[in-house]
């Protein structure tokens, strides 16, 4: 079967016709983290860890972040900064959502990159089901040495 054959089948647009996909802003988090904590030399490159202390969220998801997660990081050898926090958010009506917020961190000559893709478990019935349903991006940026802002973006 040929691309276009598949396309066709699929009713799939192609070229200029194809719906390329959208970012809408969600909500933001602005997070306290605990001083870093270096762990050392792994076999993936320098092991190293942001504790999340807590902070705030607010947008179509407000509520606070609870202390205890952490972001677990990795210095790799070419200098990026691999990401994986996970924590929790309870919103203000006392659902709990998991989030897992993976990327990575460098500098793009000179300026600050920093994007990520998270991934949210909120319960299944209820206000915040929608973030089960959906992809999302994010951009982080450190604030100050203590404060980390991220900014979620629902793929669509």
């Not at 504790?51 to 210095?75: E, M, R």
């Not at 659902?95 to 000559?109: E, T």
């Amino acid at each position: 079967m040929t691309e276009q054959q598949r396309d066709r089948e699929l009713d799939y647009p192609t070229g200029a016709q194809a719906p390329g996909p959208t970012c809408e802003f969600s909500f933001g988090a602005r997070v306290k983290i605990d001083p870093l904590v270096v762990i050392g030399p792994s076999k993936h490159g320098a092991r190293q860890l942001f504790p999340i202390a807590g902070g705030t969220v607010g947008g179509q998801l407000s509520g606070q972040v609870l202390p205890g997660g952490a972001d677990w990081q990795i210095v790799r050898a070419d200098g990026v900064l691999e990401l994986d926090a996970r924590y929790t958010i309870q919103a203000d009506d006392d659902s709990l959502v998991h989030v897992r917020n993976r990327g990575i961190m460098h500098r793009d000559n000179g300026a600050p990159y920093a994007r990520t893709a998270a991934d949210f478990e909120a319960p299944l019935d209820g206000p915040h089901a929608w973030l089960n349903r959906a992809i999302f991006v994010g951009d982080v940026a450190l604030r100050d040495s203590s404060t980390v802002d991220v900014r979620f973006f629902r793929v669509g």
